[in-house]
Nanobody, 120 residues
Framework: QVQLVESGGGLVQPGGSLKLSCVAS????????MGWYRQAPGKQRELVAT???????NYAGSVKGRFTISGDNAKNTVALQMNSLKPEDTAVYYCYMNIWHSMWFSRDYWGQGTQVTVSS
């Protein structure tokens, strides 16, 4: 079994910064894609950013230029540096990894979520 554990959430003022981190543990084959999603109250979960094992990144338009995703496949970690935070960034942020367990089988894993609140 694989577990993802996030850290780094909290309360920050508008314009401030936070860094989220996530580490995977357990029976890990190789990581295909790592990323972060978020869910605000009353809204559906949405993609924030992803990074492939080759380092290709993808960002939601609302965070492009403000957030930076980084991953370390050797350490099974992914991080999200969030700058210039806005109140609308307030949400529960979830770490995500798609992990290969064999040549033909991969599986999605999710962290438990960490709260990010942007407020003065």
């Amino acid at each position: 079994q694989v577990q993802l554990v996030e850290s780094g959430g909290g309360l920050v003022q508008p314009g401030g910064s936070l860094k989220l981190s996530c580490v995977a543990s357990g029976s890990i084959g190789s990581i295909n894609i790592m990323g972060w999603y978020r869910q605000a109250p009353g809204k559906q979960r949405e993609l924030v950013a992803t990074i492939t094992s080759e380092g290709a990144t993808n960002y939601a338009g609302s965070v492009k230029g403000r957030f930076t995703i980084s991953g370390d496949n050797a350490k099974n970690t992914v991080a999200l540096q969030m700058n210039s935070l806005k109140p609308e960034d307030t949400a529960v942020y979830y770490c995500y990894m798609n992990i290969w367990h064999s040549m033909w089988f991969s599986r999605d894993y999710w962290g438990q979520g960490t709260q990010v609140t942007v407020s003065s």
